[in-house]
C-alpha cells in the first residue's frame, strides 16, 4: 500500500488506522497533532478506527500560538 505523508511517499504491508500511522511514522508530538486525509480533517476520536487507504494523502498540521502585535 503507497501512501503520501507530508510529501512524502511511503509503503506500507497492510492498511493502518490514523493513531497507528502516527506511530509508524514517529509523529512529533502525537497527542498535538491535526491530521488531514485527502483534504479533510480526521475527527481525534476517529483515530482509532479511520482507515488510511493505498493512494490516501495525508498531511500533519501542528498549529502554533503566539506571537504580538
Do not use: C, W
Request: glycine letters at 8%; hydrophobic letters at 40%; a negative charge.
Amino acid at each position: 500500500m503507497k501512501i503520501t505523508v507530508n510529501g512524502e511517499k511511503i509503503t506500507l504491508e497492510k492498511a493502518v488506522t490514523v493513531e497507528e500511522l502516527l506511530v509508524v511514522t514517529h509523529a512529533e508530538t502525537p497527542e498535538y497533532v491535526t491530521v488531514q486525509i485527502n483534504d479533510e480533517f480526521v475527527d481525534r476520536s476517529d483515530f482509532t478506527d479511520k482507515l488510511v487507504n493505498d493512494g490516501d494523502t495525508v498531511e500533519y498540521l501542528y498549529f502554533m500560538g503566539g506571537g504580538s502585535l
